[in-house]
């Protein structure tokens, strides 16, 4: 497995018309197409699509790969769904957890894979939060408090990176870093004046994914 951080570059730009969701598979990224129900498996040395995957009733959000399979968040719908890569059969779905605000579901947003199981975050204001939840049948192991709204996860098996919105348009972005054992929160970065909707780790470095730009982005530190 070579890091996307070794490979050329350390940018590249999509040609997604709405980026919604980023994951690594230890070869190439794929990156989700809200507007367009597809998936597109990306070479990050080429800055080229390999392939794609047409999506039916789904509306593809935040990504996740599990060393397998590919799994992926429709947020409107709070639901998450297994993907098979090659033929794109939806070979399992679970809930996504969210809490409720003045009676209603709130948003869930954010995927990611931490060796055994899926996380997945809730945008609920001060109540926000991160949920770890077994795969088999979506039901919740634990959660975490956020800091600010997590739009986006990744995960390296030992840390948790949440991307936080900007607090103005204009504004720089965060992402924090937690501890996954603990919980804790152990450091946290401000991003250039964007739109984060994905974040992956590639074994090596953070990459993020920018709805605005297009782009998808190593990040220079963790």
Request: net charge neutral; glycine share 10%; hydrophobic share 45%.
């Amino acid at each position: 497995m070579t890091p996307a951080a070794a490979l050329p570059g350390a940018c590249f730009q999509v040609s997604d018309e709405k980026p919604a969701g980023l994951a690594w598979d230890g070869e190439h990224f794929w990156i989700a197409d809200a507007a367009r129900a597809l998936i597109h498996e990306w070479d990050p040395a080429g800055g080229a699509s390999l392939r794609s995957i047409q999506l039916t009733d789904i509306k593809p959000g935040a990504l996740a790969w599990d060393g397998s399979r590919l799994w992926c968040l429709d947020a409107d719908a709070r639901k998450i769904h297994k993907l098979d890569v090659d033929s794109g059969a939806v070979l399992a779905t679970i809930d996504a957890p969210v809490v409720k605000l003045r009676g209603k579901p709130v948003k869930a947003a954010g995927l990611a894979w931490d060796g055994e199981c899926l996380w997945t975050g809730c945008i609920a204001g001060w109540s926000s939060r991160m949920y770890q939840i077994d795969p088999a049948d979506g039901h919740v192991k634990r959660w975490i408090y956020s800091r600010g709204l997590p739009r986006a996860l990744a995960c390296d098996g030992k840390h948790l990176w949440s991307a936080a919105d900007a607090a103005a348009e204009g504004k720089p972005g965060v992402i924090f870093k937690y501890d996954l054992a603990a919980g804790r929160c152990l450091a946290h970065a401000k991003t250039e004046p964007a739109k984060t909707v994905g974040l992956a780790h590639d074994g090596s470095r953070l990459w993020r994914l920018d709805e605005n730009q297009k782009t998808a982005r190593q990040l220079a530190s963790e």
